[in-house]
Nanobody, 126 residues
Framework: QAQLVESGGGLVQAGGSLRLSCAAS????????MGWFRQAPGKEREFIAA??????????ADSVKGRFTISRDNANAAITVYLQMNNLKPEDTAVYYC?????????????????WGQGTQVTVSP
């Protein structure tokens, strides 16, 4: 059974850094595009970053470009996707979700992804 498990969230001061991890298992996720989304209270889930199956291509939302970096480790059958977040701002506070979708490109819309994790909370204090 496909499973995505996020970790690494927490409380950090503005200007600080966090690295989120997403452990994907139960499928051949090395052939899946992966993405990160976030959802703040009262807001819709929004796209943050995506990476293609090989890790050779990435795409970012304008709001995080230059501050966040997505990467992946396909070395094992159970892959791991990372989101390095630097220079965090209070507006980055949200629940962060990992998502997966079969395909050799990246995707930016919620409805394009088939598998989702449970999310990890990131809180950035002023």
């Amino acid at each position: 059974q496909a499973q995505l498990v996020e970790s690494g969230g927490g409380l950090v001061q503005a200007g600080g850094s966090l690295r989120l991890s997403c452990a994907a298992s139960g499928r051949s996720f090395s052939m899946y595009a992966m993405g990160w989304f976030r959802q703040a209270p009262g807001k819709e889930r929004e796209f943050i970053a995506a990476i293609n199956w090989s890790g050779s291509s990435t795409y970012y939302a304008d709001s995080v470009k230059g501050r966040f970096t997505i990467s992946r480790d396909n070395a094992n059958a159970a892959i791991t996707v990372y989101l390095q977040m630097n220079n965090l701002k209070p507006e980055d506070t949200a629940v962060y979700y990992c998502a997966a979708r079969y395909g050799n490109t990246w995707f930016t819309r919620v409805e394009e992804y088939d598998h989702w994790g449970q999310g990890t909370q990131v809180t950035v204090s002023p």
